[in-house]
């Protein structure tokens, strides 16, 4: 069993930039790679970003390429997710997920728990 809860979200004008993070918790959190899923109102839910469990390796969304970076804290149980140039496109509810194996990284099929989610809004 694996709990995530989400924090950091909020509202920031285009440009700005915060920073997400997921605090974990249970016996196989460190040992799962983490992903960041975004879903926006009448959209489809959307990869952002995922780590490994020892984090050396990123993966990201290309809408986000450049401007978000995903980490990790193995001693805090955290993950973070770093938005920078926050455009109004960005603005939706942010997830953070465990990921279970079986497929891509980048397919939320492929994890098995979620974060309650984190609003972030982007004005322009």
């Known amino acids: 069993q694996v709990q995530l809860v989400e924090s950091g979200g909020g509202l920031v004008q285009a440009g700005g930039s915060l920073r997400l993070s997921c605090a974990g918790s249970?016996?196989?959190?460190?040992?799962?790679?983490m992903g960041w899923f975004r879903q926006a109102p009448g959209k489809e839910r959307e990869f952002v970003a995922g780590?490994?469990?020892?984090?050396?390796?990123?993966y990201y969304g290309d809408s986000v390429k450049g401007r978000f970076t995903i980490s990790r804290d193995s001693a805090k149980n955290t993950v973070y997710l770093q938005m920078n140039s926050l455009k109004p496109e960005d603005t939706a509810v942010y997830y953070c997920?465990?990921?279970?194996?079986?497929?891509?990284?980048?397919?939320?099929?492929?994890?098995?728990?979620w974060g309650q989610g984190t609003q972030v809004t982007v004005s322009s």
């Open positions: 780590i490994r469990s020892s984090g050396g390796t990123t």
């Open positions: 249970g016996r196989s959190f460190s040992q799962r790679p």
């Open positions: 997920a465990a990921y279970r194996g079986l497929g891509p990284v980048t397919i939320a099929a492929t994890y098995d728990y």
